[in-house]
């Protein structure tokens, strides 16, 4: 047995037709250009070379960062048993 929707759902409908619709219409007006795998297949090449080389230089610069830490953090402790009055404590 059918039962015919009922009024909110009806206009649910209706709207859900005329954005389908519209949608069509805005899709048409669109020009696709037709894109080969291989272009695909290169664009995704380069995005995947760009993003390594950025995680490679992320990396470097934390690297080097985190030497310089240590080679403070020796310099400090190579003072600080040199010179013991310096120590704060």
């Known amino acids: 047995m059918y039962a015919a929707p009922s009024g909110s759902t009806w ?3 209706e709207q859900i ?4 619709t519209e949608l ?3 899709l048409s007006s669109y020009s ?3 894109i080969s795998i291989d272009q ?4 995704l090449k380069e995005y995947v070379n760009h993003q390594r080389q950025y995680l490679v230089t992320k ?3 934390q690297l080097a960062k985190l ?11 190579t003072i600080m048993t040199s010179y013991p009055n310096l120590n704060p404590d």
Do not use: R, W
Not at 69 to 77: F, G, S
């Open 32 to 34: 696709m250009i037709p």
């Open 40 to 43: 695909v297949d290169t664009c």
């Open 59 to 61: 990396n470097s610069n």
């Open 17 to 20: 037709n005329q954005y389908e």
């Open 11 to 13: 206009q649910l409908n």
């Open 67 to 77: 030497q310089d830490e240590i080679v403070a953090n020796k310099l400090y402790e």
């Open 24 to 26: 069509a219409t805005q």
